[in-house]
């Protein structure tokens, strides 16, 4: 099945063993406790159930995160050309191929238009499976508002049941109705991705879990709408019992600033107000602080001993008031000075936010010059349809 033998299994099984064995007889020494480094891996083949359930965290925030912005779930489902399913191509092909086809059909012009709109990229997630002959499809779980629902669909159809794709309507597929879904719309995505981890009494679904190894082909794959997994994984320990939602929660302190990977990303720190002083505090909720010892006496015994070495810095005492406004204290000047905001490093919301901000300040009381570099932006991105100005031309007695 999904073009797995026998020689496969057993190779792969093998392989996956050793890698365990390897994993396992590696520790890393906190004090008197002791963790292996199997058990903190996250890896769908090496330890399933610790990356089955940041999966399940994922979409289950991703979810949190659409409704809180209004927006509906849609599934997808394509088939790649028929020429994909000829021998010459490996399902690594075809799934690479999948993913241009879907970054080509999510470039459509309504998901432009849509963006504007909304203030905000497309948030999505997708999963690869393999049919009977090994040859991938995709599905995937879309966000839109309401309004658009329909017109992407007409879109979706006209896009795909052309002759450039060899398709037909029986090869793709879109939903938007839920109510005879037992768990709605999240238990629907879910089984797709449950079917690509393992289960012993399903001969099926763990030919499809060899299938994903043999072919390099990933399980599941989401837009960048939340915090990058390097930096929620570091510290989501120190909000857990903080927020129901922490994967929600600690992206939002990230986008706010909040959260911050400073000095290269040996550090990443957490800046909030002190409820009893109510002054702002920071404090380093992750280091790499630490110089790591390989003692390796035997081959079958190895193990990290972490010694801490503190580091000498002096860190800059810094005031944050919202995303735009932040400040930083001289010591040479022995004063605070503003960090000037960065247009091209804002995301599209955050630039349209801060330029309706601008645009709502009194002319006097701005950077002429600055407002013409942040409206070129804009229009630079497609979000005003006016023509560039040279920053030359901002003056005092250019009108706004």
């Known amino acids: 099945m999904y073009g797995i033998t026998q020689e496969d299994i057993i190779y792969i099984d093998d392989k996956l063993e050793n890698q365990k064995k390897y994993l396992k007889n590696f520790s890393i020494d906190f004090g008197d406790k002791s963790?292996?480094?199997?058990?903190?891996?996250?890896?769908?083949?090496?330890?399933?159930?610790?990356?089955?359930?940041?999966?399940?965290?994922?979409?289950?925030?991703?979810?949190?995160?659409?409704?809180?912005?209004?927006?509906?779930?849609?599934?997808?489902?394509?088939t790649a050309p028929s020429k994909y399913h000829k021998i010459r191509f490996?399902?690594?092909?075809?799934?690479?191929?999948?993913?241009?086809?879907?970054?080509?059909?999510?470039?459509?012009?309504?998901?432009?238009k849509m963006k504007k709109d909304i203030n905000h990229g497309l948030i999505y997630f997708r999963v690869y499976e393999p049919h009977k002959s090994g040859v991938p499809h995709l599905h995937a779980m879309v966000f839109l508002p309401s309004s658009y629902i329909l017109p992407v669909k007409k879109k979706f159809y006209q896009y795909f049941s052309s002759s450039k794709w060899g398709a037909n309507k029986q090869?793709?597929?879109?939903?938007?109705?839920?109510?005879?879904e037992k768990g709605g719309a999240t238990a629907y995505i879910m089984k797709y991705?449950?079917?690509?981890?393992?289960?012993?009494?399903?001969?099926?679904?763990?030919?499809?879990?060899y299938w994903y190894i043999k072919h390099k082909v990933r399980r599941f794959l989401s837009s960048r709408t939340l915090a990058p997994l390097t930096v929620y994984r570091k510290v989501r320990y120190y909000f857990k019992n903080k927020?129901?939602?922490?994967?929600?929660?600690?992206?939002?302190?990230?986008?706010?600033?909040?959260?911050?990977?400073?000095f290269n990303d040996t550090n990443i720190t957490y800046m909030f107000i002190n409820p009893d002083s109510g002054e702002v505090d920071e404090v380093?909720?992750?280091?790499?602080?630490?110089?790591?010892?390989?003692?390796?006496?035997?081959?079958?015994?190895?193990?990290?001993?972490?010694?801490?070495?503190?580091?000498?810095?002096?860190?800059?005492l810094k005031v944050y008031v919202n995303l735009f406004e932040q400040y930083v204290h001289s010591d040479i000047q022995n004063k605070f000075i503003r960090l000037p905001v960065f247009p091209s490093k804002l995301k599209d919301y955050?630039?349209?936010?801060?330029?309706r901000l601008l645009e709502n300040k009194d002319?006097?009381?701005?950077?002429?010059?600055?407002?013409?570099?942040?409206?070129?932006?804009?229009i630079h991105r497609g979000m005003l349809m006016q023509e560039l100005t040279s920053l030359n031309d901002y003056t005092w007695d250019f009108k706004i």
Not at 171 to 180: C, G, H, N, P, V
Not at 243 to 262: A, L, P, T
Request: charged share 25%.
């Open 284 to 316: 380093i909720i992750w280091g790499k602080n630490a110089e790591l010892l390989l003692n390796r006496n035997t081959k079958k015994d190895a193990r990290f001993h972490l010694k801490y070495v503190s580091k000498e810095y002096k860190k800059p």
């Open 193 to 209: 991705i449950t079917k690509t981890f393992k289960d012993e009494n399903s001969i099926q679904i763990q030919h499809a879990v």
């Open 350 to 355: 955050q630039l349209a936010q801060y330029y």
């Open 243 to 262: 927020y129901k939602d922490d994967f929600n929660e600690v992206s939002k302190m990230i986008e706010k600033g909040c959260i911050r990977r400073e």
């Open 35 to 78: 963790v292996n480094m199997l058990d903190n891996t996250y890896s769908a083949n090496l330890n399933p159930r610790k990356y089955f359930a940041e999966i399940n965290n994922r979409v289950n925030s991703l979810f949190n995160y659409a409704n809180d912005h209004g927006l509906k779930p849609v599934f997808i489902t394509l």
């Open 171 to 180: 090869a793709i597929d879109f939903r938007y109705t839920w109510y005879k």
């Open 90 to 112: 490996t399902p690594n092909d075809t799934a690479k191929a999948l993913t241009q086809i879907w970054n080509n059909f999510t470039n459509l012009q309504i998901f432009q």
């Open 363 to 378: 002319i006097d009381s701005i950077d002429i010059k600055h407002y013409g570099l942040v409206k070129n932006e804009m």
